[in-house]
């Protein structure tokens, strides 16, 4: 999945925002309070609705928004040759959300249920998943860069949740080995 633009409209710190991504490795820097943890909820948010919110509804809005306005999310990814824009608002007084998934700008689900259970097919990795394989904390980050050769090894795994599938696959080869003497 390669991440292309986000746009952001009263979503917690930002009023207005559009961010374009480019190829490779993306890096948010800033002080604290400036809003780089909203970028990476924004995201999820889009990819993942609900399941990604781990904060109440009403502190999602923007303080500086009006009572009428909504609060929206686009975000555009390109995955499998397709260009896929997802859509997610909540609006009116009880932040009522809904959701648009478009793939090559043909809608193909609308609601959040439809648009979640699809963008489940499309992206083929949990929630959980994507926040430990493409997203890493600063504290993890340095955490890493303390760690000696094989401790950053160790350390990764588990930051990846992939140590069980090591432990798993270093059994299978012993097995194999016992197996072939």
Same mark, same amino acid.
């Given at each position: ?20 991504? &480019? =190829? ?7 002080? !604290?309070? +400036? @809003? #780089? /943890?909203?970028?990476? *909820? %924004? ?35 390109? &995955? =499998? ?7 997610? !608002?909540? +609006? @009116? #007084? /009880?932040?009522?959300? *809904? %959701? ?82």
């Amino acid at each position: 999945m390669l991440l292309n633009k986000l746009v952001l409209r009263n979503f917690k710190k930002y009023r207005r925002a559009t961010i374009e991504f &480019q =190829d490779g490795l993306t890096g948010i820097v800033g002080s !604290n309070g +400036s @809003g #780089k /943890s909203t970028i990476v *909820d %924004a995201i999820a948010w889009a990819l993942y609705g609900n399941k990604a919110s781990s904060i109440k509804k009403d502190l999602i809005k923007n303080t500086h928004a009006n009572d009428n306005e909504p609060v929206d999310v686009t975000l555009f990814i390109r &995955q =499998d040759d397709k260009d896929i824009k997802i859509f997610r !608002n909540m +609006s @009116g #007084k /009880s932040l009522s959300p *809904d %959701a648009t998934l478009y793939i090559n700008s043909d809608i193909i689900a609308s609601g959040t249920r439809d648009v979640d259970k699809k963008l489940e097919e499309i992206l083929r990795i949990s929630y959980q998943d994507f926040m430990k394989t493409f997203y890493a904390r600063q504290k993890d980050l340095d955490n890493l860069l303390k760690e000696g050769a094989m401790g950053k090894r160790e350390y990764l795994l588990k930051l990846l949740g992939l140590e069980d599938i090591k432990e798993n696959a270093l059994d299978l080869i012993k097995a194999d080995r016992a197996a072939a003497q």
